[in-house]
Every structure is written in C-alpha cells, then in structure tokens.
C-alpha cells in the first residue's frame, strides 16, 4: 500500500481564484483518487483518475497525472466559498486499501 | 438510494469502557472500511472487509476489532478505552475492494474522557 502525499498543506485564496493542490506518490498505481471533505464529516469521492490517463475533467475539477514523475495535480477553477473542505489525494496500486495523505486545506473566502 | 449510515453520531466514554460503533453500507455494497481521523494523525486505514472476512488491516493495536455481518453491515469495536482514542470514526463503502470509489459515511465523534 502507498500514501499521497498533498501539497500544499494550506491554501487561501479568494473566490473566483484557481486552486491547484498536488499529489506525490511513490510506487507505481492503477488509478489515483481525490476525495473532498467539509469540515468533521465523511469525505466526498470527486474523480478517480486511470495510470493509463493524463487527464480528466469534472464539472469545474481538472485532474491530471504524471506517472513519470509520480504526480497528481486537481485544479478547481472560478472557487466559491463552498469550496472550502480538505482535499485527500489516494493512490491505489496492486493493494486495495486506500491510504490517505494528510490533506490540503483550501479556505477560499468570499 | 440510502447513503451510508453510522450510529451513534456522537459518544462520549469514559477510559477502560469499550466501545461498538455500527455501518451500515449502500445497498448492493459489499465491501466496507473503517478509518480513525485524529487531528494529530490525520486519516488512518483500521480495515477493510468483504463478505464478512477482513481483507486488509492497519497498523492498529488488537485493541480495535470489526466484523461483518452477511447483509454487509459492519461493527467495530475499541476496548479498553484510551483518551488517544478520542477521534472521528469514518466507515466507507465500495461495490467490491478492488479500486473503487469510496462512499463515506457522517463519521461517529468519539469522546473518551
């Protein structure tokens, strides 16, 4: 099993900005994940990404993927302050649980 | 379609008590996990089962049990209660275990006092 690793660990931004978190892993993945959770509840899936993909979209979520550098990135575009949650990246190898990272902190202020 | 569903939403313990915290996944789902979420050490993997065997474990102390029952419903249990252990519990469900997407339950809040 393998860990994401989310950068940054906080951001803050206005609405109406882009945000852009990254996801490092270490071993080889069949598919990346990234998950949104609103403050103490359960996370939310947003968009599962294949190794085989370098790109994928989801309403205003961009997620792309290099394999070759080991990287994930999601860009939310024209934030709203209902954006404002924890962002988890999970790669998922050949084991099947998903290991979560310790998050990025989005805060986008009205 | 129901969601997932966790009960209690709120329990608050006293150290040595034990705990059992229920899931009950989306219909049709087989496989369930359990994670440990603590401000400390953010989001950790406790286990994972489909149709009722554990699959997958974290790194976790015996301490911390689970089963699954076979209409896929799951239980966990904490015993002998540490105040470390105070942290939201999430369950999660999956079609099947292999690389599908995770619906997460509200999360029980666990106090230990």
């Known amino acids: 099993s393998q860990q994401g690793e989310e950068d940054p660990q906080a951001l803050s931004i206005q609405e109406g900005e882009n945000a852009t978190m990254n996801c490092s892993y270490k071993?080889?993945?069949?598919?990346l994940q990234w998950y949104r959770q609103n403050s103490g509840r359960g996370l939310v899936h947003l968009i599962l990404i294949r190794s085989n993909e370098r790109e994928k979209h989801s309403g205003r979520l961009r997620v792309t993927l290099d394999t070759s550098k080991k990287s994930s990135s999601l860009l939310i575009t024209a934030s709203r302050a209902a954006d404002t949650a924890s962002y988890f990246c999970?790669?998922?190898?050949?084991?099947?649980?998903?290991?979560f990272g310790t998050g990025t902190r989005l805060q986008v202020f009205p | 379609k129901a969601g997932v569903t966790q009960t209690p939403r709120y329990l608050i313990k006293t150290r040595g008590q034990q705990v059992t915290l229920s899931c009950s996944p989306i219909s049709g789902h087989r496989s369930v996990s359990w994670y440990q979420q603590t401000p400390g050490q953010g989001l950790q993997f406790l286990f994972e089962y489909f149709s009722e065997t554990q699959r997958n474990k974290g790194n976790f102390p015996g301490r911390f049990s689970g089963r699954q029952f076979s209409n896929s419903r799951s239980e966990m249990n904490v015993s002998t209660l540490e105040l470390g252990d105070s942290a939201l519990y999430l369950c999660?469900?999956?079609?099947?275990?292999?690389?599908?997407?995770?619906?997460f339950g509200p999360g029980t809040r666990l106090t230990v006092l």
């Open positions: 071993t080889s993945i069949n598919n």
């Open positions: 999660a469900s999956s079609l099947s275990v292999r690389y599908n997407e995770q619906f």
């Open positions: 999970a790669p998922s190898g050949d084991t099947d649980k998903l290991i």
